[in-house]
């Protein structure tokens, strides 16, 4: 596997291999297999998945493809940037942030925004997320109104996180109208509900909701619905720059 050398900042990449070999353990975590499967199904040996996960082997591109697919990710899911080689190599979290998804959590339960937050914070996930707490001001957020007058918007939030049970204007109501706008029509929104049977979690479903979580949202119930997301376990803006089409 090369060395990249694209420039990001004053910083370079140089040790693929075991960025890769973290990324594919990552995955598989998150996927609940263990190395023995993830061997079986990308028709490997389980010794060389173990020194892949390590960073000793440098695959080739036919099985980096088998990879992806046992693993159930895209290709370039599987070249995320690593939060903390960026930390170690100096980077401030503000400037690493700025590629990184943006999350808005739509939440009026104070105790579950503060589950939420801890959770994720534990499980040192660093994306910004901003929370708001009923319906119009979510609208008011995304388009850029109200309070929130000025406020670029582009790049938009790139995910958001609705519960259905908001005051002022249902999470069933925001979904409707961000689908409705083709400024916001394309935002993956993951609902969040209370119970598996909530009555409107077809009509959700109907509007284009990616996916739904019961309720409380927490780290281990959030990254099943990543893969469904098409984002690895480090949330990554699309590709825009040269070093985002080197990592594809």
Known sequence: MPTWG??????????????????VKVSRNLL?????????????????????????RNPSLKTIIRLAHALEVTIAALFPVELEY???????????????????LVE??????????????????ENRIHVVSDGPEALDYLF????????????????????????KLSGLEVLRRIKADPKTASLPVVVLTGSSQHKDIAECRRLGAVTYI???????????????????????????????AARV
Do not use: C
Request: hydrophobic share 40%.
């Open 6 to 23: 694209t420039e990001f900042g004053t910083m370079k990449i140089i040790d693929s291999q075991k960025l890769f070999g973290t990324s």
């Open 32 to 56: 609940g297999i263990s190395q023995e499967t993830l061997a079986e199904r990308a028709e490997l040996h389980r010794t060389y998945i173990s020194d892949l996960e390590r960073g000793a």
């Open 86 to 104: 960026w930390k170690a190599k100096g980077a401030h979290l503000e400037s690493l942030q700025s590629n990184f998804v943006d999350i808005l």
């Open 108 to 125: 009026d339960d104070v105790d579950d925004v503060e589950l939420t937050l801890k959770s994720f914070q534990l499980a040192r996930f």
């Open 144 to 167: 850029g109104r109200g309070k929130y007058a000025g406020r670029s918007t582009e790049p938009a939030t790139q995910v958001v996180l609705l519960d259905l049970s908001l005051p």
């Open 214 to 244: 019961t309720k409380p949202l927490t780290w281990n119930v959030f990254a099943p619905a990543m893969k469904k997301l098409n984002l690895n376990w480090v949330l990554l803006k699309p590709p825009a720059t040269p070093l985002a």
